[in-house]
C-alpha cells in the first residue's frame, strides 16, 4: 500500500477539487477550480479537465494507477452518468466514458458524494474500525453513506446511504423530492432556519439567518432556535434508527456544517435516539461527530478505488 | 447441490416446525409441535427437541450435513440466543448451543424469521433473480429481511430488515417497542382492524373483526375499511421507499396474512410508493406478491445454511 497512488476527484455545486494521494490518505498534490454551475455540460467538463491537466503536471502523475470520483449526486455508477441538482448542464453525462479518454484510459471509479465521505469517514475518521457504519453530511441538504459487512456498500448505482430522502413523517410537508416528511426537509440547514424563523426567531444586528447564527442563538438560550435544532435532532435520530432497524449499525457519523453546532445537535440528537432506537440490536447504537476536514471527499475517493485492490484490507472500506 | 440435504427449525409463536431440505428446497420429512409459549424455557425446548427427535427418525437424517433455524425474534445471531416476544421464557436463551448438543454436534446457524422468509424467497419465489430485494411479512406483526449484492444480509445480529419498527410518522401513536408511527402500528393486520373499528366500520352477522374481515368490507366498496386499508399501504410505501434510498432495491415482496387481501392493499400501495419512490435511482422499484407458502421459514433456514457452502451460488442466497 506504500507505495500505492490514485488520482481523485471530488466534484460538488460549488467546487471540483482534485488530488493525487497516497496509500495512507495522504493528498501529494492537488488542484481546484469553480464548477460554471450555470454553464453547459461541456464547460463544466472542460474545469474537470483543467484540474486534471493541473495534477498531471505533477511528477508523481505517471504513478497513478486508478482515478476514483465522489460526485454530487443522483449519480448512476452502474451507467457512469452523473445528474447533479446543482449543475443542470449535466443530466445523465457521461461522466466516466469522457474523463477515462482524458486520463488515458486509466480505470475510473465514481461514487456519490456521500458515499465518498463514507469511504473517508471509515477509512481514517471517526467510523474507523466500525463493520457496520452510517456516515452523514448535515448541510444545505442531507446525504449519506453506509458501511455494511466491514465494506463501503455504495448500492448498484452508487447512491446508497441517502439518508436525507427518507420520509421519517410520510403525512408531512412536501419536499422538492416530490415525497413528504423527508429527513432533509426537517434537517438541514436551511430548513433548521427556515423552521426558526417561522416560530418568531429574529437575527441579530448582523442579520445573519443561516442555521449557525440560529445555533448561536441556541447555545445563547434562545428557545425557539433549541427548538428548532430539537425537532431536527428528532428527525435525524428517527432517520438513523431506521436505518440500524433495517440494516444494523453501530455508529452514525454526523459532519457537515449543521454538525458544527455541536452539543446543540448532539444533545437532543442522542436524547432523541433512545426514544427512536428501542429494539435490543440497535439500543447500544452510538453517535460521534465526523473527523474528517473538507478533503473528506477527496480522500474517500481515493478510499473507493484503492478498495478494489487485492490488498484491499490495508484501506479497510 | 443435487446430494445435499440440511435441517431446518422454524420457531415461531404458535408452532415449532421441523424439516429435513434437500438442496432443491424440497421437504423430504417434517415434524412439528405446537408452542408451548407460555410455559418456561426448559419446556419450549422439550417441544424443540421432540421436533428434532422426530425427524432424527428418518433414514435421511444421517445425511443431514447441517441444522438452520429460523426464529421469531429478536434474536441474536453473534451470541446463538433468542428472546421471542411471544415466548417470555426465553430470554436471551442459549438456543444454539443448546440444539447443537441435541444434534450431536452439526454445525447450526440461526437467523431471525423474517430473514428466513427472505432467504427462501430469494431462492425459488418472488425474488429469484433479484440481487437486490426486500421482502416483508405483513401480518399480525410486520417483518422483513433484505437481500443486498446478491447475498442475504441478516446483519451482524441475525435481525437487519427489521421494516415494522422503522418509524414513518415520528411524531405518531405509541409502538409497544417503545418508539412512535412504527410501519407496524399503521400497517398490521390487528390495526388496520383497530383503525377502521375506530372510524365506524362495524363487522358483520358473523363478528369477524379481523383485517381479513375489514379487507372483505373493502372489497366490497365500504369507505371506511377501504381508507384502512389505503392508509396502510401508505404506511407501508413509506417505509418500503426508505428501505430503497436506503440501500437501494429493485423489488419488494409482500407475504403474510394481510397481502392476501390482494388488490385491496396492492393497488393503493402501488399508487402510494409512486409519492415516496422518488429520486432517479428508486423510480423503477417494483412490488409483488409472496410466492412461498406456509413452508418459507423451512425452506429459507435451509437455504441459510445451504449458502455458507463453497458452491453456495446454486443457491442464490
Chains 1, 2 share one sequence.
Not at 49 to 78: F, Q, Y
Not at 229 to 241: H, V
Not at 249 to 267: P, S, W
Request: glycine residues 16%; contains cysteine; hydrophobic residues 45%.
Amino acid at each position: 500500500m506504500h507505495t500505492d497512488l490514485v488520482a481523485a476527484l471530488d466534484i460538488g455545486g460549488t467546487k471540483i477539487a482534485g488530488a493525487l494521494v497516497d496509500g495512507h490518505g495522504r493528498i501529494q498534490a492537488r488542484a481546484q477550480r469553480p464548477t460554471p454551475g450555470g454553464q453547459d455540460g461541456e464547460t463544466v467538463l472542460g474545469a474537470v479537465t483543467e484540474v486534471l491537466g493541473e495534477l498531471a503536471g505533477s511528477p508523481l502523475w505517471r504513478s497513478a494507477s486508478a482515478l476514483g470520483i465522489g460526485s454530487a449526486g443522483p449519480v448512476d455508477a452502474s451507467a457512469g452518468t452523473v445528474s447533479p441538482v446543482n449543475v443542470p448542464g449535466w443530466r445523465d453525462f457521461p461522466l466516466v466514458e469522457r474523463v477515462r479518454s482524458a486520463v488515458g484510459g486509466l480505470p475510473v471509479k465514481l461514487i456519490g458524494d456521500g458515499v465518498a465521505i463514507t469511504a473517508a469517514e471509515h477509512w481514517q475518521g471517526a467510523a474507523r474500525g466500525y463493520d457496520n457504519a452510517l456516515c452523514m453530511v448535515v448541510s444545505t441538504g442531507v446525504g449519506g453513506g453506509l458501511v455494511l459487512d466491514g465494506r463501503l456498500h455504495p448500492g448498484p448505482t452508487g447512491n446508497a446511504g441517502h439518508i436525507g430522502h427518507m420520509s421519517v413523517d410520510l403525512d408531512g410537508d412536501p419536499c422538492p423530492c416530490g415525497a413528504r416528511g423527508c429527513v432533509e426537509r426537517l434537517a438541514s440547514g436551511p430548513n433548521i432556519a427556515r423552521r426558526a424563523l417561522e416560530n418568531g426567531w429574529r437575527p441579530g444586528a448582523d442579520s445573519d439567518t443561516s442555521a449557525a447564527a440560529v445555533a448561536g442563538a441556541a447555545r445563547a438560550g434562545d428557545p425557539v432556535a433549541m427548538a428548532s435544532f430539537e425537532r431536527a435532532a428528532q428527525a435525524l435520530a428517527a432517520g438513523i434508527a431506521a436505518t440500524a432497524t433495517l440494516v444494523e449499525i453501530d455508529i452514525a457519523v454526523i459532519g457537515g456544517g449543521v454538525a458544527k453546532a455541536g452539543d446543540v445537535l448532539f444533545t437532543p440528537l442522542r436524547k432523541a435516539l433512545t426514544a427512536y432506537a428501542t429494539l435490543s440490536f440497535v439500543r447500544h447504537l452510538t453517535v460521534a461527530p465526523a473527523q474528517m476536514g473538507t478533503d473528506a471527499g477527496l480522500v474517500g475517493a481515493a478510499a473507493a478505488v484503492l478498495a478494489g485492490r487485492p490488498d484491499a484490507r490495508a484501506v479497510g472500506v
